[in-house]
């Protein structure tokens, strides 16, 4: 296998551990094995991609897809593998996923601090929606909830991947 080949599938239960190594070394206040295990085998709105280089995971993103709304819930590539474009790969994916499940919109929060994530969610077409006063429970920053309108299938295959 090539060792800079990028490739994305669906994460498993399996998968945790090494979610949890990059969870825990991108996140101030990292999810618990619960959560994780909890997203993938009882939320059935839940999708979660594993990102691996050269077959090691390094990266992972998950949203909830209901009814024609996708609200991604993280991202996160090891600190090691960032300024690469990994985290715009892994939110294109997304992107293309909620898409072919039927969504039209895309949310998420951000804190108000993270400019490299601000950058990027306004590279693809995400716009400021609301501030969510003391969301992060680690330090009590607001979140900058952030909308998309998603192209249809058709647009999505020229645009998004």
Same mark, same amino acid.
């Given at each position: 296998m090539d060792p800079n080949e990028i490739s994305f599938r669906r994460m498993t239960v399996r998968d945790i551990d090494r979610v949890l190594v990059i969870e825990r070394a991108s996140f101030s206040?990292?999810?618990?094995?619960?959560?994780?295990?909890?997203?993938?085998?009882?939320?059935?709105?839940?999708?979660?991609?594993?990102?691996?280089?050269?077959?090691?995971? =390094? #990266?992972?993103? #998950?949203?909830?897809v209901i009814i024609d709304e996708a609200?991604?819930?993280? =991202?996160?590539?090891?600190? %090691?593998?960032?300024g690469q474009r990994l985290g715009e790969r892994m939110l294109r994916q997304l992107m293309a996923e909620a898409i072919a499940l039927g969504a039209r919109k895309m949310t998420l929060e951000v804190r108000v601090s993270? *400019?490299?994530? &601000?950058?990027?969610y306004?590279?693809?077409?995400? *716009?400021?929606? #609301? =501030?969510?006063?003391?969301?992060?429970? %680690?330090?009590? @920053?607001?979140?900058?909830?952030?909308?998309? @309108?998603?192209? @249809? &299938?058709?647009?999505?295959?020229d645009g998004i991947r």
């Amino acid at each position: 296998m090539d060792p800079n080949e990028i490739s994305f599938r669906r994460m498993t239960v399996r998968d945790i551990d090494r979610v949890l190594v990059i969870e825990r070394a991108s996140f101030s206040a990292p999810w618990s094995r619960n959560a994780f295990l909890g997203e993938l085998t009882e939320n059935h709105f839940a999708r979660y991609l594993l990102l691996s280089k050269g077959g090691t995971p =390094i #990266g992972y993103g #998950g949203m909830w897809v209901i009814i024609d709304e996708a609200h991604v819930t993280n =991202i996160a590539v090891l600190p %090691d593998h960032r300024g690469q474009r990994l985290g715009e790969r892994m939110l294109r994916q997304l992107m293309a996923e909620a898409i072919a499940l039927g969504a039209r919109k895309m949310t998420l929060e951000v804190r108000v601090s993270n *400019q490299p994530a &601000l950058g990027l969610y306004r590279k693809l077409g995400f *716009q400021d929606g #609301g =501030i969510r006063r003391g969301y992060y429970t %680690d330090n009590h @920053e607001d979140a900058l909830v952030m909308w998309v @309108e998603l192209p @249809e &299938l058709t647009e999505a295959a020229d645009g998004i991947r």
